[in-house]
Each structure stands twice: as structure tokens, then as C-alpha cells.
């Protein structure tokens, strides 16, 4: 099983509508949870960070955590076609060690 | 957010020689980065493991001696390919973790994109 699965994609959405990312991760004792966005040609870029159960926003942005189903979502309201790119997710164990990073979901928005 | 830098953003050059790449944190200390590579339409692939005053920690497959590393102060860690050939061609990417209590976010660099002839 891989450390750090998400759906490859494409994703594809209507600009204005509600676009649903999904991650499952396999250890249970990990402690932090990333969203990254890299464009095409470009390095990763931070959008959310979520450390506790439940969910946080920002702007369009909402992260979910739910650790008893290791579950870690990010979802993009009214979505833009800048929107379109990979999505990341990435986990960390603990403290001192490197971010596991899924292999990414591709989101199409078109307009 | 923070932000990291890297230099050069692009890079050719001739098989044999050596390249030297380097990763700035601008607006925080980094006591520890990273170094990953990342080819086209692939996800990306740890390299190593840099921290500050010590020597790196290498994945696994990753040559050591071809390479390295240093992470000279909490700001700056470079990479050097050495002796390159045309395989090591690739998109090379940093990232530092800013050192703030609990929080781990970790910020990459624009990427190098080496091309080796």
C-alpha cells in the first residue's frame, strides 16, 4: 500500500463550481497534513496546511482532516480556470523527517 | 508565505562537467532542506535530506558522491552534480521547513532545470 495514494485525475469542472481533491494516507501516527498546487514547468506551491481534526479555510480554499479514516480533502469553491494544475498532497510523520508527497491530481476548470 | 530562492533557474551544459546549484531561505532560518527531482509529468522524488552543520541524509538509489550537498548556514544549502551526464538532466527543486515551533510547512524553491549535453 502506498504511504500517500490520491486519485491521478483528471479532474475535470465547471468554472463557478465546487472542485473535491481527495487523499488517503496509511500511517496512522502521522501529524500534518499539506495541500500544494504546481502549474505545469513550475515547483510546488504551499496553499494549506491542517494539523487537527475537522476543517480550515481559506479564501476559496477548505481542508478536512479526519485522522480515524486518514482522510485529508481539499475543496475549491467556485472554481477558476487558474484553478487548473496538480494538487499534492503531502504528510509528514513526525517532527525532523521528510514530507511524503502522493503523486498528485490533475484539475481541469473549464470555462 | 515564506520564500526560498534558488540559482540559476536554468542551466545547460556539457557532459563531464559540474554544476552547482544554490537554495536561499530569504525571509526565515532553515535548519533543515530538502533536495528533490522531478521529471517531466512525474511526481516528485526525494533526493536528500540537508541539515544545517551536518552531513546529509541520502535516499535510497541517490549517489552521495555524485551529489552533494552542503548546508553551510540556516539560510543557504547547495547542490553540486558532479561529473554530469545527459541522464541527470532534470528539474531540480529545493524546499526549506520554516523552524516555528510545531509547524512544519515546508516551502519549495522556483526549481533549476538542468540539461546536460
Known amino acids: 500500500q502506498k504511504e500517500v495514494e490520491q486519485n491521478s485525475g483528471p479532474l475535470s469542472v465547471p468554472e463557478g463550481a465546487i472542485a473535491s481533491l481527495n487523499c488517503t494516507y496509511s500511517?496512522?501516527?502521522?501529524?500534518?497534513f499539506f495541500w500544494y498546487r504546481q502549474y505545469s514547468g513550475k515547483s510546488p506551491e504551499l496553499i494549506m496546511s491542517?494539523?487537527?481534526?475537522g476543517d480550515k479555510e481559506d479564501g476559496r480554499f477548505t481542508a478536512q482532516l479526519n485522522k480515524a479514516s486518514q482522510y485529508v480533502s481539499l475543496l475549491i469553491r467556485d472554481s477558476q480556470p487558474s484553478d487548473s494544475a496538480t494538487y499534492l498532497c503531502?504528510?509528514?510523520?513526525?517532527?525532523?523527517?521528510?514530507?511524503?508527497f502522493g503523486k498528485g491530481t490533475t484539475l481541469s476548470v473549464s470555462s | 508565505g515564506a520564500v526560498v530562492s534558488q540559482h540559476p533557474s536554468r542551466v545547460i551544459c556539457k557532459s563531464g562537467t559540474s554544476v552547482k546549484i544554490e537554495c536561499r531561505s530569504l525571509?526565515?532560518?532553515?535548519?533543515?532542506m530538502f533536495w528533490y527531482r522531478q521529471f517531466p509529468k512525474k511526481s516528485l522524488m526525494l533526493m536528500a535530506t540537508?541539515?544545517?552543520?551536518?552531513?546529509?541524509?541520502?535516499e535510497q538509489g541517490v549517489e552521495k558522491d555524485k551529489f552533494l550537498i552542503n548546508h553551510a548556514s540556516l539560510t543557504l544549502s547547495t547542490l553540486t552534480v558532479t561529473s554530469a551526464h545527459p541522464e541527470d538532466s532534470s528539474f531540480y527543486i529545493c524546499?526549506?521547513?520554516?523552524?516555528?515551533?510545531?509547524?512544519?510547512?515546508?516551502?519549495f524553491g522556483p526549481g533549476t532545470r538542468l540539461t546536460v549535453t
Open positions: 524546499s526549506a521547513r520554516a523552524d516555528s515551533g510545531s509547524r512544519l510547512e515546508q516551502y
Open positions: 500511517d496512522r501516527v502521522s501529524q500534518s
Open positions: 491542517i494539523y487537527s481534526n
Open positions: 503531502a504528510v509528514n510523520r513526525q517532527a525532523g523527517t521528510a514530507l511524503i
Open positions: 525571509d526565515f532560518q532553515a535548519t533543515t
Open positions: 540537508s541539515n544545517e552543520g551536518s552531513k546529509a541524509t541520502y
